[in-house]
């Protein structure tokens, strides 16, 4: 497979509803104007600090790229993308897109997210990238089976998602 395939392919065959960001390392938003480009009319929700930071990872990634001619999105795709970004607080209950999702700090950078989401009867609890506790003062008590790690690199291709039980 060339490059993006799978992402790729699993976009085509499970189109995303919204963008739940969990924090605004390179890892987790060099690629999302790439998403944007594609899904423009994406919602992406994030704490406030980390759209604050996606911001300038963003426009440092398009400087760099385009010093290095090696460009992954335009400034227009930049605009389009940090014009999509949604602030919520965490502990906030959004349940817009057909499933539900709260976000709890992570401690791993500021503004970073673990974030619980729910469809149904369903939960998973996506870390993110998490350093201390993140169910510190949340009165919100749910345990659900599985937690899920999936970076957005904008120049690897991912294999996919890494799952691990939470227990």
């Known amino acids: 497979m060339g490059g993006g395939e799978p992402v790729d392919g699993l976009l085509a065959k499970h189109p995303p509803t919204a963008i739940v960001l969990t924090h605004a390392h390179l890892d987790h938003v ?19 600090a980390t ?13 760099v790229t385009t010093m290095q001619g090696q460009l992954l999105f335009s400034a227009d795709e930049m605009k389009s993308t ?3 970004l949604r602030p919520v607080p965490y502990f906030t209950w959004v349940s817009d897109h057909g499933f539900a999702f ?3 700090p992570s ?9 619980l989401i729910e469809s149904g ?7 993110g990238d998490v350093s201390n506790s993140v169910w510190a003062g949340s009165s919100r008590r749910v345990s659900p089976p599985l937690g899920v790690r999936w970076p957005l690199y904008g ?12 227990t």
């Open 82 to 84: 940090l014009e999509r």
């Open 121 to 127: 009867s369903r939960a998973v609890f996506h870390t």
């Open 30 to 48: 060099g690629a999302l104007p790439v998403v944007i480009r594609r899904f423009p009319k994406l919602a992406i929700y994030c704490t406030e």
């Open 51 to 63: 759209a604050r930071i996606a911001t300038l990872v963003l426009g440092d990634t398009l400087k």
């Open 155 to 166: 120049t690897q291709t991912s294999t996919g998602p890494s799952l691990s039980a939470l």
């Open 107 to 115: 401690g791993h950078l500021l503004g970073a997210a673990s974030v």
């Open 102 to 104: 709260t976000l709890f």
